[in-house]
């Protein structure tokens, strides 16, 4: 019987390649933000998941086996999102970690970044993917990490920053970080890494670092690929160039987001080569080179295996997000931090709110008026994690839609405070000029209380 296979982030690079690659072999469930129409015959079972929603994970990876998690939260999911992605990433790991518990999954394979040797002072971005991989691996579910440098495929989009550069720019004055050592891998070898993982008990609970034997240089990338296709480069190093003058001509000329550049750039200041697993040893694989991983994406560009058509739902239009991370030095309950917040609110704002609480409902007043109204849910919260879903008040402009919550995070270090999906009933304009830059500044206000205070008690 084939085993059952999640894979959350189905929708991207290695998603796709995989379920191409390994459909025959495995029942797999890909996880997509939206419904999808399968094409006949593929063999596989899309579900429309919200990974922000521990039950909406949960139940659709009930039944799997093992899962492939794939996630990096990059792109914005509401129309205001008032988070960093690191925080949201540690928020969408923890959801899936107690998802998997759950549902009793046996496995979590995840891909991260290869930890850099030369620095203890970690990029924001190879920060994020290691905290990642420390919730993930938080639960009963057992975690195989995957860590890898730069993956060549088609369809990767490390590459094709490097391959637009390359066709852009006759003259590429490079900074000194294109110096920095790494080992970049091919795609190929990383779907076959993967699959030997899966139900290996000896990949339980590892580390593994993969990447071609050869060390490389992010400039001799460049050269590399400028020689395969036949363009005349002239690629040098200069010392001038700042981080954020990197990031710019690089969001520019390969049409990507500083967004989604900046935390990379970040991360490619490190050294950061392979330290060999024996797994990889008893796989018995042999690397492919880098020249051979392009001449395959060069040659194989226009062969990405497509998604089913997306079928978007009906979405309230304004919704917002906001994550934030708090440090938590005294170690605190999320259930101890929900309730000295409701104690805080008053006080911050001179009693001018007031906070009534009556059975499981939560009021926010201000002179007699009811500015939001909460419902705790009993069912959803524990001692870790607690939630409130927003079920009316002027300032909701959709009862019943959306949550507030705060979680216990990376074994009680930080608390995460989020709302999700909530809908103003402010103009829209006006909402994000005022209500939500009043959150970021209580929020960042209760934070600097709990970091005063967290270690007494109230």
């Known amino acids: 019987m ?17 379920i191409a690659s390994y459909a025959h ?18 063999g596989v079972v899309w579900k429309k998941v919200d990974l922000y929603s521990v039950r909406s994970t949960t139940e659709a990876i009930r039944g799997a086996d093992y899962a492939l998690y794939l996630v990096h939260s990059m792109q914005p999911s509401t129309r205001l999102n ?25 496995q979590i394979i995840f891909m991260g970044g290869i930890l850099p040797k030369d620095e203890s ?15 993930l691996g938080s639960r009963s579910a057992a975690l195989t990490a995957l860590r890898a440098g730069i993956i060549v495929g088609p369809g990767g989009s490390s590459f094709e920053i490097i391959e637009k550069l390359v066709t852009r720019l006759p003259v590429m004055l490079c900074p000194e970080w294109t110096k920095s050592e790494t080992q970049p891998v091919a795609l190929a070898d990383v779907l076959e890494v993967i699959d030997y993982c899966f139900g ?16 490389n240089t992010y400039m001799g990338m460049l050269r590399t690929t400028a020689k395969m296709l036949g363009k005349r480069r002239f690629i040098r190093s200069v010392p001038v160039f700042s981080l954020g003058l990197s990031k710019l001509w690089v969001a520019v000329f390969s049409d990507s987001s500083t967004t989604f550049v900046s935390p990379l750039i970040e991360s490619l200041r490190h050294k950061m080569t392979v330290e060999e697993h024996p797994l990889i040893n008893a796989l018995g694989l042999k690397y492919k080179t880098f020249e051979e991983a392009v001449e395959f994406t060069l040659k194989n560009a226009d062969k990405v295996p497509q998604l089913p058509k ?43 709110i007031k906070v009534n609480e009556d059975a499981d409902l939560v ?21 870790e994690r607690q939630v409130f879903y927003i079920v009316g008040g002027l300032l909701a402009g959709k009862e019943g839609y959306g949550w507030l919550e705060f ?45 005063r205070q967290q270690r007494t008690e109230i």
Do not use: C
Request: glycine share 6%; net charge positive.
């Open 310 to 352: 997306s079928v978007p739902g009906i979405r309230a239009k304004n919704t917002v997000r906001s994550v934030q991370r708090l440090s938590n030095p005294g170690g605190k309950s999320a259930e101890w931090v929900a309730k000295a917040y409701l104690t805080w609110l008053p006080d911050a704002f001179r009693y001018l």
């Open 82 to 106: 008032q988070s960093h992605f690191e925080d949201t990433d540690l928020l969408l790991a923890d959801n899936f970690s107690r998802a998997a518990e759950t549902v009793g999954l046996k």
């Open 200 to 215: 290996n008990a000896k990949a339980y609970d590892e580390a593994i670092e993969i990447g071609t034997t050869e060390q």
């Open 407 to 451: 979680r216990s995070v990376l074994e009680g270090r930080y608390i995460v405070a989020a709302i999700h999906e909530f809908v103003p009933r402010l103009p829209w304009y006006l909402y994000v000029n005022s209500q939500a830059l009043l959150h970021l500044w209580v929020m960042n206000r209760f934070g600097k209380f709990l970091s």
């Open 363 to 383: 009021s926010f007043q201000l002179f007699g008026m009811v500015l939001l109204k909460l419902r705790y849910a009993t069912e959803r919260s524990d001692e």
């Open 25 to 42: 072999k495995y029942n797999i469930v890909a996880l997509s933000r939206n419904d999808m129409e399968p094409p006949a015959g593929e």
């Open 2 to 18: 084939k085993p059952t296979i999640a894979i959350a982030g189905a929708t991207g690079f290695i998603g796709r390649w995989f």
């Open 121 to 135: 002072q970690l990029s924001t971005h190879l920060r994020s993917r290691y905290e990642v991989e420390l919730t």
